[in-house]
């Protein structure tokens, strides 16, 4: 009976043409631990194999690659099955699986010993009660900022003029330029009737009245 290795979902296969090196991810936060790299050593032979071949070359040579070609008749699944299971007993003693969603996870940052489930089945206490504290601060926070006036005599009907029209500043508030004395207000109110203008009028459109 063939042997169960863990890990069935979680595993990302790094393994190149020299050996065998393979990914553990927690499934809850991410987190990756990579075993060791475990030189493959059926690729070791063709390599040496193909560089006696070029060496030697004439009858020699052939015989090297006679070789070669016989090591790539071997498959190597059997020597890839011993390396996953070294990996897994490397990286084994990092993760542990959650018997309430089944995930595996990592012992360091999301596993509740405690318990004996993952930290997303069952928080930990401190941690999950900082979590809340934080949010109620932040729900605080808005609340009571509400209640303050945060505007001051700042005149909300004015029409809001982030750059200056007449040299294109920045506006840091205020009714004219810091920087050339224009005007930032694109209305006026008449004194006379309170209609609102452009800036430019020299009139009032709807009284007639002279700005001056």
């Known amino acids: 009976m063939s042997e169960v290795v863990p890990f069935t979902d979680n595993i990302r296969d790094l393994s190149n043409r020299d050996g065998f090196q393979f990914e553990f991810r927690c499934e809850r936060c991410g987190n990756g631990y990579r075993s060791a790299f475990q030189r493959d050593v059926v690729q070791t032979g063709q390599t040496i194999a193909r560089g006696v071949g070029r060496l030697l070359g004439g009858s020699l040579g052939n015989l090297g690659y006679a070789a070669e070609s016989l090591l790539d008749r071997s498959t ?25 969603c089944g ?95 452009a800036s430019s009028a020299r009139f009032c459109a709807e009284c007639g009245s002279p700005f001056g």
């Open 103 to 197: 995930s595996w996870v990592c012992v360091d940052v999301c596993w509740n010993g405690e318990v004996g489930q993952c930290a997303r089945c069952s928080p930990v206490v401190t941690e999950e009660l900082a979590q809340l504290q934080a949010e109620a601060r932040r729900r605080q926070l808005r609340e009571r900022l509400d209640t303050v006036d945060m505007v001051g005599g700042l005149p909300l009907a004015q029409q809001a003029q982030p750059r200056c029209h007449g040299c294109g500043a920045q506006s840091t508030g205020g009714k004219f330029c810091a920087e050339c004395g224009s005007p930032l207000a694109l209305t006026k109110a008449c004194r006379e009737c309170t209609a609102e203008n």
């Open 76 to 100: 190597n699944s059997s020597g890839k099955d011993r390396a996953m299971r070294q990996a897994v007993a490397e990286i084994a003693p990092r993760f542990q699986q959650c018997r309430g």
